[in-house]
């Protein structure tokens, strides 16, 4: 067992857990944050894209032990209250950026990630940039369309 | 995935000599191919020695033709270095093509390296730059370094720290990428280096990252896409899979090499 300490969405976590426990697991096991998905269990889908210390990673690829000390943020903690929305949701939703939604949280965590990096290297996110970006993450309902022009949409709202 | 004791190492040495004292142990960096492997099952380390946290190996420098970079550097970093992109273009535009951005984020040089997958990216470079793979105890050339697939001439609990690339006169990295996995099908380094004309081939051969000689003497001698794309490869050397043949694959060598000269 090993003691795991980190500030997740603003508040500060400690647990004892197994070893070999993966981020997502903790996340969704011990903190009951359910938001964040698991999909693909291979690395691949990013339904559990979380940011640890500003950095979109794949929670599910991580383990929590190696988050010791880290500032964790999760779909839950990145709306500025609970009875509002980060502008990447208000367009997702404005947008039909999802059908089943499963993959949501880590398309919206994924977005954020790629607007603020692009905002601070003086980029444009174009579209072509937009879906470069989403290499990472797979939406199995929408053909993507929606969720290129809510992230469009959403940089925009994030300015 | 089976059981394992964590341990987050400080330092270099705290590092090797922690994992001496394992039974199965393995160095964790990123973590971006050791863990999925471990949930596959397909890895069981007995302890993981998390190398990822030593602020030594994070370090990319310049001093006059040769860029250092440390293990534990991740893609994310080398792909955002405005000192790398102006030493060696070509490293960057293949470290910003690894994976997807959250594997870049995590994902390190030494870690790609250590492991040499016969399709990462990264043994493409060090083979086609003639990089120096540096390690907790000596120096190997990268012509030494990559011995087959998934073996490197490393020993039992010997680490990759660095790795020094010297600057080329003109370098260019193209891969055609798996459309699922994001790995190289083809993936062709092609470099003007002070030793001559280097060109290095991952995703394709039989015994993982190789260098083609009859490549290299043709773009010595004309650097064009199309000298590269006039020499032909023998498919019997060519992996082949689901995703393509090794004919399939000896033809994308001549075309990646081409592209790579165009990049460069």
């Known amino acids: 067992m090993t003691k795991v300490t980190m500030t997740v969405n603003g508040k500060a976590r400690s647990a004892e857990v197994p070893d070999n426990t993966l981020l997502v697991d903790y996340i969704r096991e011990n903190l009951r944050l359910t938001g964040t998905h698991v999909g693909c269990d291979t690395s691949q889908c990013g339904a559990c894209v979380v940011h640890v210390n500003g950095q979109a990673v794949k929670a599910c690829t991580m383990l929590a032990a190696s988050a010791e000390g880290a500032e964790v943020t999760t779909i839950e903690g990145v709306a500025a209250s609970k009875d509002d929305l980060h502008p990447m949701q208000v367009a997702f939703k404005e947008n039909h950026g999802l059908q089943c939604g499963f993959c949501t949280p880590g398309m919206i965590m994924t977005a954020t990630d790629m607007v603020s990096r692009y905002k601070e290297a003086g980029k444009t996110l174009d579209e072509h940039a937009i879906r470069e970006e989403l290499e990472g993450n797979i939406c199995r309902c929408t053909g993507y369309h929606n969720i290129v022009k809510a992230i469009a949409d959403g940089a925009s709202k994030m300015a | ?264």
């Open chain 2, 1 to 264: 995935m089976y059981d394992t004791t964590y341990y987050r190492a400080s330092s270099v040495s705290d590092a090797t000599s922690k994992l001496a004292g394992t039974e199965d142990g393995k160095f964790l960096a990123g973590g971006q191919t050791l863990i999925p492997t471990m949930k596959q099952r397909l890895a069981a380390p007995s302890d993981l020695v998390d190398v990822s946290g030593i602020d030594a190996l994070k370090n990319i420098s310049v001093d006059g033709d040769t860029v250092t970079i440390g293990a534990a550097c991740t893609h994310a970093q080398v792909a955002g270095s405005s000192e790398v992109a102006q030493a060696i273009p070509a490293l960057v535009s293949l470290a910003s093509g690894i994976g997807d951005p959250a594997v870049r984020a995590r994902g390190t040089i030494g870690g790609s390296i250590a492991n040499n997958d016969p399709a990462a990216d990264y043994p493409a470079a060090c083979l086609g730059l003639g990089a120096t793979i540096v390690t907790d105890s000596r120096e190997v050339p990268a012509d030494e370094f990559f011995v087959g697939m998934f073996e490197t001439a490393l020993e039992e609990g010997e680490m990759v720290t660095a790795v020094k690339f010297p600057k080329p006169a003109k370098a260019g990295y193209a891969k055609f990428p798996n459309p699922a996995s994001r790995y190289a099908m083809v993936g062709v380094m092609a470099a003007q280096t002070a030793n001559g004309v280097r060109v290095a081939v991952t995703g394709a051969g039989n015994d993982g990252v190789f260098r083609h000689s009859a490549l290299e003497e043709a773009l010595g001698a004309n650097w064009s896409a199309d000298a590269a794309q006039g020499v032909s490869t023998d498919a019997a050397d060519m992996m082949a899979d689901i995703h393509g043949s090794s004919e399939y694959r000896a033809h994308l060598v001549g075309v990646m090499a081409g592209r790579a000269v165009d990049n460069s």
